[in-house]
């Protein structure tokens, strides 16, 4: 740090270094000269200049998730919608057509039905899990598909392999968001994605503390072009959060093992539970995509599950508010255990035939587990299950 009249301290200095990546909140960074600032300008030595062009605890945050997706050149952004608008505003222009997956994130859908076609960007939905609709909606001016691996909140699975094969023929851009499956679920540029982004602020942060996307291109004049976009439109993420995440990222291995192994119990025990209808979880053997899940995902389930309770609202609300030691809130990949119901908040815009199409009734709910004590948990769950059973 310069010393300088206002700021005459400096920054101590120490031969040994810290294990702990410092936060750098400097919003600016001075130079010594002009002929330097060019140097760096440049790119004849590399450093910062100004925080929303960049600061060290966002690429080293991105480097982190790089590694993790067996990517390079990541670029970390304020959230993850972020990162979708980053994809989709800055690589496609007026007369582009776009394709999505039908149960996309809902700001994604809301971008695709909304702002894209705003601009003059034309947009379809469409069956992720159906590679043939895919290959079926492409048109010439397409210019990009984007899907998730395991759709929200009905956790059906993406015939990925297929639909890559699709785009890689038909020289469109594949573009995977990984937020539900995670890096160790799936490593999507190993099965043809082109792009792929992250909300951060779910399981890779973990925490519920900090608000980050991450978005990567196989294509480094994408990742650029992507970058001046996300640095132009000020899309730039927090020094702290990114410290956060950092921090967060230094667990996750560990928790997405142990929410993975509860969830597979939670799975099991709702299916055999007195008042569940129907439980969706990949690795079980009644999921629609159950092959697909063994060789895609390599058999592992990931951390939510979704299920179905007899009897309609007031059922759920019984179920909710007797279940009480989860809390009931809309997101996902927090330490502790996330309880939603979509026909009130995620799925709530759509009429209630259009929910009904896609099986999400007033007594469908979709579990983000966290790394409570598992017994603990399912007790929770049966307590909630007695209440609902009660309003019928
Ligand atoms: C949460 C989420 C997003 C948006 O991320 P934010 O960080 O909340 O902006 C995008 N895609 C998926 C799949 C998500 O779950």
Redesign the pocket.
């Known amino acids: 740090m310069k010393k300088t009249l206002q700021r005459p301290a400096g920054w101590p200095a120490s031969l040994s270094t810290p294990v702990v990546s410092p936060i750098a909140p400097s919003v600016v960074y001075a130079s010594t000269s002009p002929d330097e600032l060019d140097s760096q300008y440049e790119g004849r030595e590399t450093g910062y200049t100004y925080a929303r062009e960049g600061h060290p605890n966002a690429d080293v945050l991105a480097q982190r998730i790089d590694a993790l997706e067996g990517a390079t050149g990541g670029l970390v952004v304020g ?6 608008s980053a994809v989709l505003l800055g690589l496609c222009k007026t007369g582009d057509h776009v394709i999505g997956a039908d149960q ?2 809902g ?2 859908l809301r971008m695709m039905a909304e702002d894209l076609p705003r601009l003059g960007i034309a947009t379809s939905l469409v069956d992720a899990t159906d590679a043939t609709a895919v290959a079926e909606a492409i048109r010439p001016e397409t210019r990009l598909v984007l899907i ?1 691996v395991v759709s ?1 909140p009905t956790i059906r699975i993406a015939d990925l392999d297929a639909v890559a094969e699709v785009c890689a023929e038909r020289g469109v851009l594949l573009v995977v ?1 990984n ?2 499956t995670t890096p160790l679920g799936i490593r999507p540029f190993e099965h043809g994605a082109d792009i792929v982004l992250h ?4 399981l890779l942060a973990g925490h519920s503390d900090a ?3 991450w978005v990567a291109a196989k294509d480094p004049a994408l990742a650029e072009r992507m970058r001046i976009f996300a640095v132009t439109t000020g899309m730039t993420p927090s020094p702290f959060d990114c410290w956060l995440a950092e921090r967060g990222l230094a667990t996750f291995a560990l928790r997405y093992a142990r929410a993975q192994d509860t969830s597979q119990r939670l799975a099991d025990y709702l299916s055999g539970a007195e008042g569940v209808k129907r439980v969706l979880y990949p690795t079980r053997p009644d999921h629609p995509e159950a092959a697909r899940a063994q060789s895609l995902l390599k058999g592992q389930g990931g951390h939510m599950v979704s299920f179905e309770i007899e009897g309609g609202r007031a059922a759920a609300n019984a179920f909710a508010e007797a279940a009480s030691g989860i809390a009931f809130a809309p ?2 990949g927090d330490v502790g255990t996330t309880l939603s119901h979509p026909a009130s908040s995620s799925h709530r815009a759509l009429t209630p035939e259009a929910r009904a199409k896609m099986g999400v009734s007033e007594g469908f709910f979709r579990v983000s587990v966290g790394l409570e004590d598992p017994e603990a948990l399912i007790a929770c769950f049966a307590d909630g299950l007695a209440a609902a059973r009660g309003t019928a």
């Open positions: 959230s993850g919608m972020a990162a979708v996309l994130y700001r994604s998730e929200n968001d937020t539900f909300s951060v602020t779910k608000t980050l996307g997101t996902l």
